[in-house]
């Protein structure tokens, strides 16, 4: 099984600045690596595929980088809206074995 | 607009069996381009992936789950199913459907989801 660890497990940013989230895989992933968001309620949603793809819809705010077992989804100007755990999964496994990271919640400042 | 709704029992008794449906509006369940997937989460916890299956009946699932889950689709319905058996606290967990990218040498994200369907195990 490939463990994502998620890093910091809580960060606290204050509007209008940039947020920095780390997800490490316990094994090469390639590319094969996407970023959810979700806030209170609801269901999570796609941010970034293929580590650095904006899914349709995401504001140019949200950037995602990395290969192999480092990745970082990057938030440049931080918006109170933007307050969610954010998680990370990778799907590089055949058969599928797709695994999620523990989450880091956003907090605004 | 694609759209996934769970449904089924949201209150199952320890030992039994939670059954849950995905019916899929919007788009068909029988394209190639997609496979079709549940997540579970329990309160207050991250996401664990549970199954996975394609239209034409191939089924994946969660190791540490395999031997209690059973995916299953009915593309004349444009629904895919999930049980779970032997059920124990443990299980409680809100049961969300998605749509899942298909690759041929890899798996795929999770890009659709349904609101999620709360399930407790309890007596």
């Known amino acids: 099984e490939i463990v994502m660890t998620q890093s910091p497990a809580t960060l606290s940013v204050s509007p209008g600045e940039r947020a920095i989230l780390s997800c490490r895989a316990s094994?090469?992933?390639?590319?094969?690596l996407a970023w959810y968001q979700q806030k209170p309620g609801q269901a999570p949603r796609l941010l970034i595929y293929?580590?650095?793809t904006r899914a349709t819809g995401i504001p140019a705010r949200f950037s995602g980088s990395g290969s192999g077992t480092e990745f970082t989804l990057t938030i440049s100007s931080l918006q109170s809206e933007d307050l969610a755990v954010y998680y990370c999964?990778?799907?590089?496994?055949?058969?599928?074995?797709?695994?999620f990271g523990q989450g880091t919640k956003l907090e605004i400042k | 607009q694609l759209q996934l709704q769970e449904s089924g029992p949201g209150l199952v008794k320890p030992s039994e069996t939670l059954s849950l449906t995905c019916t899929v509006s919007g788009g068909s369940i029988s394209s190639s381009s997609y496979y079709w997937g549940w997540i579970r989460q329990p309160p207050g916890k991250g996401l664990e992936w549970i199954a996975t299956?394609?239209?034409?009946?191939?089924?994946y699932y969660n190791p540490s789950l395999k031997s209690r889950v059973t995916i299953s689709v009915d593309t004349s319905k444009n629904q895919f199913s999930l049980v779970l058996s032997s059920v124990t606290a443990a299980d409680t967990a809100v049961y969300s459907c998605?749509?899942?990218?298909?690759?041929?040498?890899?798996?795929?994200?999770?890009?659709?989801w349904g609101q999620g369907a709360l399930v407790t195990v309890s007596s």
């Open positions: 094994q090469s992933v390639s590319s094969n």
């Open positions: 299956i394609y239209y034409a009946g191939n089924t």
């Open positions: 999964l990778q799907y590089n496994n055949w058969p599928p074995w797709d695994t």
């Open positions: 998605a749509r899942q990218m298909y690759y041929s040498d890899t798996s795929g994200y999770f890009d659709y």
């Open positions: 293929g580590a650095s």
